[in-house]
């Protein structure tokens, strides 16, 4: 079942992604080699609790923090710790919050310093997928729509997508239906209808989309070690496509023109 929210419900979402993308510009405005990824977490869980909302995260199935970072070879989940950025490589930051009962999430990739042209590559391919994949979630589209948008732009750029992680419905609890497949799974799903909450969440990768999970039971890496990226949007589908209601001012976010 996919859950139909009411305006007044959709307000409280967006009142909580707004919290998120507040996070995020906190998150962002620290990205720079040498700092550390705990300074990062706690910075962004200041912002939350400041909001009067609480961590998402923190406590999920026992995650130990309010963010996910991940660098790199990490594709999502990434615990944060001592380990500090680096010049050079792509961050991932992921967000959530809860705020008055109703669920905000959402992620972005950054280059620290400057990276190389496939990580720079890489950042504005899974960009792209994202807001392709928010364009299609109109009412009256079905789900494997949004799948077939990320694969194809994924494999245009010679890159594959993670098939072991998909984005997911977003409400009353931080997961909800649907799974959202970010490739095409050979059938088109239920329809997409105004007032569905999606989280659509594109992991992309550099070679192979094949992942396993570290030791620590959390951080999703890419078998080859290649690098990945993901860019997570909260959006409402309405007649027109998806309207973002985890909107924030840091670059790599929003609606493009591509
Ligand atoms: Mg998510």
Redesign the pocket.
């Known amino acids: 079942m996919i859950a139909l929210r009411s305006e007044r419900e959709i307000d409280l979402l967006r009142q909580a992604n707004a919290i998120v993308a507040k996070a995020h510009q906190q998150a962002y405005e620290m990205i720079e080699p040498g700092v550390s990824t705990r300074e990062i977490d706690k910075a962004v869980e200041s912002v939350i609790l400041d909001a009067g909302a609480k961590p998402a995260f923190k406590g999920y199935h026992g995650f130990p923090a309010s963010t996910c970072i991940s660098f790199d070879e990490e594709v999502v989940h990434g615990i944060p710790g001592k380990r500090k950025l680096r010049a050079g490589e792509i961050v991932s930051i992921?967000i959530g919050t809860c705020y008055k009962g109703y669920y905000g999430?959402a992620?972005v990739t950054h280059a620290c310093g400057a990276v190389d042209a496939l990580r720079m590559k890489l950042l504005d391919v899974t960009d792209l997928a994202l807001s392709r994949a928010i364009r299609v979630a109109c009412d009256g589209n079905y789900l494997n729509d949004i799948g077939i948008v990320v694969e194809q732009t994924s494999t245009e750029a010679g890159f594959d997508v993670v098939r072991d992680f998909v984005?997911?419905g977003i409400g009353l609890e931080l997961h909800e239906d649907p799974q959202i497949m970010n490739y095409d799974n050979g059938s088109p799903g239920p329809r997409l209808k105004s007032g569905m909450v999606l989280?659509i969440?594109p992991m992309i990768t550099a070679g192979r989309g094949a992942v396993r999970v570290l030791k620590d039971g959390w951080t999703v890496v890419t078998r080859d070690g290649k690098p990945s990226a993901h860019f997570?949007h909260s959006i409402v589908v309405r007649e027109t496509g998806g309207e973002i209601l985890s909107w924030s001012d840091s670059p790599r976010w929003g609606e493009r023109s591509d």
């Open positions: 992921d999430d992620a984005g997911h989280a969440e997570e």
